[in-house]
């Protein structure tokens, strides 16, 4: 099964009543501003995810901006959304797509195998012409799911530090950041000595959509990872977790193993003052 759905696709089982369980993973820094977006406009049929307090955990030095959940949180979450083991989940966002592989990525990770990600989120929705609604979204049905977390490959602080030196460390920021030449969300600038930079935006086009899969691999060999390159020899990671998912999704609908996700990210990594960061290229 694909990690993507298209916007065509999504159209057309929504209208005809089959579209599954959809969540709209809508996100704002300002108090409740992301439920109040997704009940001015969102997809028909959708119900509110917010990415903030049903995706990740506390947030802290220990642990990163946003950490894995306590499963409790996402046994809540699904509880709350009606997830069923016999409908398919389609996640989706405004556009930029970070939210929808947060979202694409913890399902996983707590054990559901059908989730895609709307290829461009809501911004593709309105350019293809679809409508959207307001209020509160769909009501949820009972949920019929029992979450199984550890079902996608974690890597935790002490697996980064002590990985061999034959471990392809991936950071998906963007290119300034990874640099040192720019940072405004964590407490120092760089990235962990040893990693290579594979920039999120590099598997997406410029409206935000999915490049090919030949593409993508393409842009991996590159790098000197291809199919054969296997997980326990890929750790990924961005700042906080949602640039690495982003990638993460790309990579398997590529036919690329998933990596390990660091997901405290830089975020955690620059948080410990013993930590050695790396600047440059």
Same mark, same amino acid.
């Given at each position: ?12 089982? #929504? $209208?005809?009543?089959?579209? =599954? ?5 809508? /996100?704002?820094?300002?108090?409740? %501003? !992301?439920? *109040? ?53 389609? #996640? $989706?966002?405004?556009?930029? =797509? ?5 979202? /694409?990525?913890?399902?996983?990770? %707590? !054990?559901? *195998? ?50 061999a030196d034959d471990v ?29 930079n594979i920039p999120n ?81």
């Amino acid at each position: 099964m694909s990690n993507f759905v298209s916007v065509a696709d999504l159209a057309g089982a #929504v $209208y005809q009543g089959r579209g =599954g369980t959809l969540l709209g993973c809508y /996100w704002r820094p300002e108090e409740n %501003a !992301g439920y *109040r977006k997704f009940s001015s406009e969102h997809i028909p049929t959708a119900l509110f995810c917010d990415p903030q307090t049903a995706l990740a955990g506390v947030p802290g030095s220990a642990d990163g901006r946003n950490p894995l959940p306590d499963p409790d949180i996402v046994m809540h979450a699904f509880q709350r959304w009606g997830i069923r083991i016999d409908r398919p989940i389609v #996640v $989706y966002d405004e556009g930029r =797509g970070l939210f929808a592989a947060r979202a /694409w990525w913890i399902l996983r990770w %707590a !054990g559901l *195998r059908e989730v895609r990600i709307l290829d461009g989120g809501l911004a593709e929705w309105f350019r293809q012409g679809h409508k959207v609604l307001g209020g509160p979204g769909n009501l949820a049905q009972s949920c019929t799911v029992r979450i199984n977390p550890g079902q996608m490959p974690v890597a935790t602080m002490a697996d980064v530090q002590e990985a061999a030196d034959d471990v392809i460390l991936i950071d998906t920021r963007e290119p300034e950041r990874f640099a040192g030449e720019r940072e405004v969300l964590d407490l120092k600038a760089g990235h962990i000595p040893g990693a290579i930079n594979i920039p999120n935006r590099d598997v997406l086009r410029e409206d935000f959509t999915h490049r090919s899969p030949e593409e993508i691999r393409q842009r991996f060999a590159e790098a000197g990872i291809g199919p054969e390159t296997p997980t326990q020899k890929m750790i990924i990671y961005s700042g906080s977790g949602n640039h690495s998912a982003q990638v993460i999704a790309a990579m398997e609908e590529a036919g690329l193993q998933i990596p390990q996700h660091f997901v405290g990210g830089w975020s955690q990594w620059c948080a410990n003052r013993k930590s050695p960061v790396e600047r440059g290229y």
